[in-house]
């Protein structure tokens, strides 16, 4: 790193663009991506490698990887309590840990154990039940005690002088963090490299359709006809649907999050509370990265109140008293489209040649590179792969949801 | 913290308050195709900019509608239900004809 800095800074070798520059947009794609996070990223780069289709536009409000990618507390596993829920997210955590290979690019994707916290019976028996879903699937996931806690994980307060004594866990070794921005970057640069057209600063602001097929995008930079068209946006979910004429069961809400100042590392496992509202993990800059619940009622808005940051540390500082002493940071917010079931709505849409891959609340990072991979195989082949199938936008009206009581934030 | 001007309680912290969702329509559950409930349960117009919602006082059980920015996060009104339900929301019986 300082030789190359020391090499391009006395102006020897060449420096190589990571992303090629912006051309003008094209009349026509075989396949348009609205929005350039993770997930529209990812889904190019599988078109792109899997199928060879090269013909795509990634269309970019802001710039990439600028949204809810770069918010999150970029934690992955696949703890759900679904059978459709565990399939979907397990295949996305096998296709994380070999991110770093497939890009020639370090994603720092880290492995750290991943607990779960019960304070409660009811909490308790429903870790049972997940570690009991999890393991009949395959997925590393065990149901553990305070004593068992306390060698894994001795940083953590399991004294039972709290207002809420921590009864048992739901262990998940396989719980990891990664670099979010490195996952887009990543993905955008093999998209690119193979062809596809990354537009940064590209507003879609309408869907063009007729006899109810999708049948270009309407941008800020001019109008383009599309073979397909894919929805890859969090956070504006229901607005850009609204402009290909459906509903989606959505509301959107923020979720805040912070990080304190760097400390040396001393916290290993990515601790989550549902009935706290916490989670807690140490990034390797040595910040504690920690989240809380989402907002109690919506707002399209970053705003930070101090709500969120009183209710965040009453609760973390039961479970680590010693932090008393440190200094917040930074701190954020990112729009979460929280759905009914907390499943997202992926597949096919009311609109022809019009797919979707939204309703990402607090669940959408983790979840990157199978969208990505399925999303592409939907739109290369027509079908709707069997692990998108359940979360299809039409089981609402079927009756048909997959209540995911696994995902963050999500007291049970 | 922020204030919530309730119709029944006056200013009171929104900490009191839930927010209940849209206000719309409701189809006759008895007459109305599963497509139909479907959509009126679960899915929502989610809009940025100025929405009327239901909220409730909590402590009081008070159902009243809010009128706010959602983009500027700012309450522009509040007003009980009364204004927009003028009439008392009747129900057929799923063995009756609809009158």
């Keep these: ?412 | 913290m922020k204030i919530l001007n309730c119709p029944l309680n006056g200013p009171r912290n929104i900490s009191e308050f839930i927010c209940a969702g849209e206000v719309e329509v409701e189809p006759d559950p008895n007459r109305c195709s599963n497509a139909e409930w479907a959509e009126y349960i679960f899915l929502h117009d989610n809009d940025a900019g100025v929405v009327q919602e239901w909220w409730c006082h909590v402590p009081t059980a008070y159902w009243f509608i809010v009128e706010r920015n959602n983009l500027t996060d700012e309450i522009l009104r509040t007003f009980p239900s009364t204004e927009i339900f003028t009439k008392r929301q009747e129900y057929s019986r799923p063995d009756q004809e609809a009158s």
């Design chain 1, 1 to 412: 790193m300082a030789f190359a800095l020391l090499k391009y800074g006395l102006g020897f070798g060449k420096f190589e663009r990571q992303f090629p520059k912006q051309k003008d947009l094209k009349d026509s794609y075989d396949v348009v991506i609205v929005g350039g996070g993770g997930h529209g990223a990812a889904t190019a780069y599988y078109l792109a490698r899997d199928y060879g289709i090269t013909n795509v536009a990634i269309l970019e409000r802001g710039y990439l990887g600028g949204g809810n990618t770069a918010r999150n507390t970029t934690i992955i596993r696949s703890n759900y309590l679904t059978p459709e829920g565990v399939a979907f997210y397990d295949e996305s955590l096998s296709l994380y840990k070999d991110l770093s290979n497939d890009f020639d690019m370090n994603i720092m994707y880290s492995e750290r154990g991943h607990f779960t916290l019960a304070h409660t019976d009811a909490a308790v028996r429903t870790s049972r039940w997940r570690a009991e879903v999890n393991k009949h699937l395959g997925v590393d996931s065990e149901l553990v005690f305070p004593n068992e806690i306390k060698k894994i994980c001795p940083q953590l307060n399991l004294s039972e002088d709290v207002r809420y004594p921590v009864m048992g866990a739901l262990y998940h070794p396989p719980g990891a963090i990664a670099r979010h921005d490195a996952v887009a970057w990543g993905y955008a640069r093999g998209a690119t490299m193979r062809g596809v057209e990354l537009h940064q600063k590209t507003e879609v602001t309408g869907i063009k359709r007729s006899n109810g097929k999708a049948v270009g995008v309407e941008t800020t930079r001019g109008t383009v006809n599309a073979g397909k068209i894919i929805q890859c946006v969090a956070g504006r979910s229901s607005l850009v649907a609204k402009m290909a004429g459906f509903k989606l069961p959505i509301k959107t809400v923020p979720l805040q999050a912070c990080v304190s100042q760097p400390l040396k590392p001393f916290l290993d496992a990515i601790i989550v509370s549902g009935s706290l509202h916490v989670y807690i993990s140490q990034s390797s800059r040595g910040e504690l990265v920690m989240g809380g619940s989402t907002d109690p009622y919506g707002v399209y808005q970053n705003r930070s109140t101090l709500e969120f940051k009183e209710g965040l540390m009453a609760h973390m500082l039961e479970l680590f008293p010693f932090l008393g002493e440190v200094k917040i940071l930074r701190q954020w917010a990112g729009m979460a489209d929280m759905t009914p079931d907390f499943s997202p709505v992926m597949g096919e849409t009311p609109v022809d040649n019009y797919y979707i891959d939204a309703g990402w609340g607090t669940w959408g990072f983790k979840a990157t590179p199978v969208c990505g991979k399925r999303n592409a195989e939907m739109l290369a082949t027509g079908t709707v792969p069997e692990v998108l199938k359940p979360f299809r936008l039409s089981r609402f009206e079927e009756f048909h949801q997959v209540g995911e009581k696994g995902a963050a934030s999500v007291g049970h």
